[in-house]
């Protein structure tokens, strides 16, 4: 028994009206370069801003998606027309949306990665682990009429508008680090869509009419895909552990330096930041506050503090501010 058998597969009538929807979805004309033109501007103006609902607005107006997920169906259902129009689409809509991004940006004063940029620069497993289940779930939703209102939640879901966008900025401020992150994240988002919906689209029986070669071609695909799948995962991964990695070291950066100044009254930690010297050692910044002052030998025991939970050699530099505190008793009853 197949997991297929499992599965209510979709009528004749149903999968025409499938294809007739992808189709029209995914034709490169003017309507559709005209809605990636528009959701770009939109997308890279709330980026710039740091406005997270300009940016869900701008994943509901993007018709990217569509174009992958059609992609998916021209592969299971050996649909060469439909598969060749889906890459042209997804193809100069992905050049069109990086090339309004970076003009805007470049026509932008004073552009700086807020939140919203950098959040799409460092995708992990989970945002791949995202995005299959939003490729599954649109293509379900596309081959069940009843279940077309949840497209929009798909949408927002995946994102696949935004990445491309900050690609666009990275490329305008030339943070290339940026642009590269971003683009790794639309990658596994486009892989990770394309593998979820052509399973699904397998699953409900879009590829029954295939002849024993086109299976056969078919399933080669599948298996392509999937390769791709698990080698984007490899950075992905990658990157993921890295950011544990720096979380867990800023952590305990700030809890040591914290609990080195306990008991110096009025005195505070306001910030601290960290780097890698050439010669691999961690160079630690330190900005506190204090009415006194710090000595050397108590900045010194702040740095063993932190080489002995660090586990590693640490050179630490701190700026004092020395505040003035003014206590004032209350006015006598």
């Known amino acids: 028994m197949q997991v297929k058998d499992f599965v209510r597969q979709v009528n004749p009538e149903d999968r025409e009206k499938v294809y007739d929807i992808l189709s029209l979805g995914s034709n490169p004309d003017f309507d559709f370069f005209l809605m990636v033109l528009l959701s770009s501007i939109i997308a890279t103006f709330g980026l710039i801003t740091n406005s997270t609902a300009v940016i869900v607005g701008a994943m509901l107006v993007a018709p990217l998606m569509l174009p992958v997920i059609s992609l998916s169906l021209g592969v299971i259902s050996g649909n060469l027309y439909l598969f060749s129009k889906s890459i042209e689409a997804e193809i100069k809509g992905i050049a069109l949306a ?15 990665p807020g939140y919203e940029i950098v959040a799409r620069t460092h995708p992990t497993l989970f945002d791949l682990l995202i995005a299959l289940a939003a490729g599954a779930a649109g293509a379900y939703a596309i081959s069940k009429p009843k279940l077309s209102a949840t497209l929009p939640g798909v949408a927002i879901a995946v994102a696949v508008l935004p990445p491309l966008s900050v690609v ?3 490329l305008g401020i030339r943070r290339f680090d940026i642009a590269g992150g971003a683009l790794l994240l639309f990658l596994s988002n486009l892989v990770a869509i394309n593998v979820a919906s052509s399973v699904i689209f397998w699953l409900l029986g879009f590829g029954v009419n295939l002849s024993k070669f086109e299976e056969k071609d078919t399933m080669r695909k599948l298996q392509i895909s999937a390769a791709l ?9 990658w ?4 950011t544990l990695n ?15 100044i306990e008991g110096m009254e009025d005195t505070s930690l306001v910030d601290f930041s960290y780097d890698y010297g ?19 030998d108590r900045v010194s025991e702040m740095r063993n503090a932190l080489e002995k939970n660090l586990n ?8 004092v501010v020395v505040v003035e505190v003014v ?3 209350p006015t006598p009853a």
């Not at 720096?246 to 080195?260: D, G, M, V, Y």
Request: charged residues 15%; positive net charge.
């Open 246 to 260: 720096e979380a867990s070291l800023r952590n305990t950066i700030e809890a040591t330096l914290k609990h080195q």
């Open 239 to 242: 990157v993921m552990l890295n």
């Open 98 to 112: 990086v090339g309004v991004a970076t003009l805007l940006t470049l026509l932008s004063p004073n552009v700086t």
């Open 229 to 237: 799948l698990l080698i984007i995962s490899v950075p992905l991964g």
């Open 312 to 319: 590693r050699q640490v050179e630490l530099t701190v700026k």
């Open 327 to 329: 206590k004032v008793s």
């Open 168 to 170: 666009g900025i990275g």
């Open 278 to 296: 050439r010669d691999g050692n961690l160079a630690v910044t330190a900005t506190i506050n204090s009415p006194t002052g710090l000595s050397n």
